[in-house]
Structures are given as structure tokens and as C-alpha cells.
């Protein structure tokens, strides 16, 4: 049982445009999300998080927006920029984080020239 | 700058070879957690540990075991590995026990491919 789901495996977004990443989950006791960005044979880098009591959180050129009523969450990047070209994965935990993150199979975005 | 080293980038290994992967993180974490990553399937909890000597199965845990003698450091034992143990592994680990904010902080992982 997949509890959390990222159902877009790639993107393809270009340049200086927006990427909007999705991510939905099915355990409504999920209060702490988080995106990671991932680049080939390094390890998952932390992006930016929100918990349950907001519904968006902004740091520079990426925003997450959290709809509790629809078990959703978003990632924006603006502008996207040829570094953003990576795998970014959804998690989410129960009780902040502390007994682990439950993570989506990750979407692999492509920035375009 | 929190750091999170894990002690070989790739390891090849025969079927039933006893493996062990090392962790070692320089911020004073007291959770540390090991997870594998899998193409089309993301990164699963294999154990976690909230503090020295203590572990916690996550959901992926037959066929490993863990250690964590000192805070610093969190090795993930293979008894036996075999070809299905062929994978990514990423250590990670964060700070607190206080909810909505403890994020994870990952090392570079290791590459295991067992033969």
C-alpha cells in the first residue's frame, strides 16, 4: 500500500518557466511533508518543508502548498533553472519526522535550453 | 553545515558475505536511520535508532541488522547478502524528537552490488 504517491515519474519544464511537482498521500496522520531534490549517486538533499497546521511555505524560488482536504502537496519552482534538473521525492512522516519519512517514488525533472 | 559520510561510495560483495555499511554524522543527531533506494520504488526505511544502543525495525527490515554503539556512528549489517540486497543505501540523520521539525539530512550513499 503506496501511502505516499508521486504519480508523474518526469517533467519536462523549460527554462524560466514554472515546475509544479505533485504529491498525494492516504494516511490522514501525516503532519510533517517534505521535498528532497536528488541528483545521480549523491544523496537526497533537503529542499524545503511544511508542517500540517500551515498550507504554504515559501523559501526563494520554491514554494510548497499543502491542501489537507485533499491529501495534496505541490513543489513550485520559479523561474526553473538548468540546475533544478534532478529527482525530487515527496515524504511525509507522523509526529515530525523522528521514526522515519515514508517517501514517494520520486519525479524526475528536466529542465529544457 | 550538518555532514553525513558513509564509508564506501560503491562495495561489491558475493552472495553470503557478511556486509557492513558505516555512518557517521559530526552534528551531535541523535536519530540516525538507514534506507534503500530502488529504481521506481524511492527510498524505504530499513531500521532507525533514536539513541546508542537502541533500534527500530522501519518497513523493510528482513535481512539486516544495525548497530549503533557510539551517537556518531550507525552501521547497517547484511548477515548473509544476497542478489535482491543489490541497491542504493542512504544513511541519514537529524536532530530532535520534536514534531514538525525534524528533518533528515542524508549522506552520499552507497552503491552495493552483490554478486
Known amino acids: 500500500d503506496q501511502q505516499v504517491k508521486q504519480n508523474s515519474p518526469s517533467l519536462s519544464v523549460q527554462e524560466g518557466r514554472i515546475s509544479i511537482l505533485n504529491c498525494d498521500y492516504t494516511?490522514?496522520?501525516?503532519?510533517?511533508f517534505l521535498w528532497y531534490k536528488k541528483y545521480p549517486a549523491e544523496g537526497p538533499t533537503f529542499l524545503i518543508s511544511i508542517s500540517s497546521i500551515k498550507d504554504k511555505n515559501e523559501d526563494g524560488r520554491f514554494t510548497v502548498f499543502l491542501n489537507k482536504s485533499a491529501k495534496h502537496l505541490s513543489l513550485h519552482i520559479v523561474p526553473s533553472q538548468p540546475g533544478d534538473s534532478a529527482v525530487y521525492f515527496c515524504a511525509a512522516s507522523v509526529g515530525g519526522g523522528a521514526d522515519g519519512l515514508t517517501f514517494g517514488k520520486g519525479t524526475h525533472l528536466i529542465i529544457q535550453p | 553545515d550538518v555532514k553525513v559520510t558513509q564509508s564506501s561510495r560503491y562495495l561489491v560483495k558475493r552472495t553470503g558475505e557478511k556486509v557492513f555499511l558505516e555512518c557517521v554524522q559530526d552534528m551531535d543527531h541523535e536519530n540516525m536511520f538507514w534506507y534503500r533506494q530502488d529504481p521506481g520504488l524511492g527510498l524505504r526505511l530499513i531500521y532507525f535508532?533514536?539513541?546508542?544502543?537502541?533500534?527500530e525495525k522501519g518497513d523493510i527490515p528482513e535481512g539486516y541488522s544495525v548497530s549503533r554503539e557510539k551517537k556518531e556512528r550507525f552501521s547497517l549489517i547484511l548477515e548473509s547478502a544476497s542478489t535482491n540486497q543489490t541497491s542504493m543505501y542512504l544513511c541519514?540523520?537529524?536532530?530532535?524528537?520534536?514534531?514538525?521539525?525534524?528533518?533528515?539530512?542524508f549522506g552520499p550513499g552507497t552503491r552495493l552490488t552483490v554478486l
Open positions: 541519514a540523520s537529524s536532530l530532535l524528537r520534536l514534531a514538525g521539525t525534524d528533518t533528515q539530512y
Open positions: 535508532s533514536y539513541d546508542v544502543k537502541m533500534k
Open positions: 494516511n490522514s496522520m501525516f503532519d510533517y
